[in-house]
């Protein structure tokens, strides 16, 4: 599901905002911290995001306390943006994410964002080396 679609089925079930047809463009730019392409999966939300799936929608999140001291820098978010599946919301002391999964992953890497971001990008490159062009014998 993208960010799109997350959207339109969270305002179908909100009376204040199901019949106004300005709703979901307007929504849709509120909640999400990158709204220009509503296909990929960035799923970072903004604050307004956030207090409307906690409190409105009554979405429950996970929350994992990031190491004190820890600086936020533009690689960890394009990490978080790249590896965390589900919508999630960041401040400077935790990371609060939708899915139990990727909860117990941050969990089991102490909230450490870094090691989370590097650990899923070898992952990924161990999978693509792994890849073998199989040739039949001569």
């Given at each position: 599901?993208?960010?799109?679609?997350?959207?339109?089925?969270?305002?179908?079930?909100?009376?204040?905002?199901?019949?106004?047809?300005?709703?979901?463009?307007?929504?849709?730019r509120?909640?999400?911290?990158?709204?220009?392409?509503?296909?990929d999966?960035?799923?970072r939300?903004?604050e307004?995001?956030?207090?409307?799936?906690?409190?409105?929608?009554?979405?429950?999140?996970?929350?994992?306390?990031?190491?004190?001291?820890?600086?936020?820098?533009n690689?960890?978010?394009?990490d978080?943006?790249k590896?965390?599946?589900?919508?999630?919301f960041?401040?400077?002391?935790?990371?609060?994410?939708?899915?139990?999964?990727?909860?117990?992953?941050?969990?089991?890497f102490?909230?450490?964002?870094?090691?989370?971001?590097?650990?899923?990008?070898?992952?990924?490159?161990?999978?693509?080396d792994k890849?073998?062009?199989?040739?039949?014998?001569?």
């Amino acid at each position: 599901m993208n960010k799109l679609e997350i959207t339109k089925t969270l305002i179908s079930n909100d009376e204040a905002y199901n019949n106004n047809p300005k709703a979901l463009n307007m929504l849709y730019r509120a909640w999400w911290t990158n709204w220009r392409a509503a296909e990929d999966r960035r799923f970072r939300l903004t604050e307004n995001g956030f207090k409307y799936f906690q409190d409105t929608a009554d979405i429950k999140f996970y929350k994992v306390k990031i190491p004190l001291k820890f600086v936020i820098t533009n690689k960890v978010i394009i990490d978080l943006d790249k590896f965390i599946t589900c919508p999630y919301f960041l401040d400077q002391e935790y990371i609060y994410v939708t899915t139990e999964q990727v909860a117990v992953q941050l969990v089991l890497f102490d909230g450490d964002l870094n090691r989370f971001g590097e650990a899923k990008r070898l992952t990924k490159q161990r999978k693509a080396d792994k890849t073998i062009d199989i040739k039949p014998k001569a």
